[in-house]
Nanobody, 130 residues
Framework: QVRLVESGGESVQAGGSLRLSCTISGIRVDNACMGWFRQAPGKEREEFAI????????DYADSAKDRFTVPRDIAKNAVYLQMNRLNAGDTGVYSC???????????????????????WGQGTQVTVSS
């Protein structure tokens, strides 16, 4: 059974930093594609991950590039979302997701699309105040 648990969400001031954690059981982070997704207040969850990591590397939404990173700790079987220079637009519920499926012409790439992820955590709330 695969289980993902997020933590670390809280209220922060604009310009601040926050580190979210996602601990996983039932699937190894070095064998899976791991994505972080955001649901802004009053909106549906975004279809594309804010950040993604797999063995083929990382990928980020334009809004996250140069501000967010997605490190992983294989020994702890955990993935993190390091968020810097936060702004009000980053407010939302952040969920981590996992799947071992791959995409691409050679079937080795991870995807940022939500439908490529089968396992989801419950989410953690991030609120950025200006």
């Amino acid at each position: 059974q695969v289980r993902l648990v997020e933590s670390g969400g809280e209220s922060v001031q604009a310009g601040g930093s926050l580190r979210l954690s996602c601990t996983i059981s039932g699937i190894r982070v070095d064998n899976a594609c791991m994505g972080w997704f955001r649901q802004a207040p009053g909106k549906e969850r975004e279809e594309f991950a804010i950040a993604m990591i797999g063995n083929d590397g990382t990928d980020y939404a334009d809004s996250a590039k140069d501000r967010f990173t997605v490190p992983r700790d294989i020994a702890k079987n955990a993935v993190y979302l390091q968020m810097n220079r936060l702004n009000a637009g980053d407010t939302g519920v952040y969920s981590c997701a996992a799947d071992s499926r791959r995409t691409g012409s050679d079937g080795t790439s991870c995807s940022r699309r939500d439908f490529m992820y089968s396992y989801w955590g419950q989410g953690t709330q991030v609120t950025v105040s200006s």
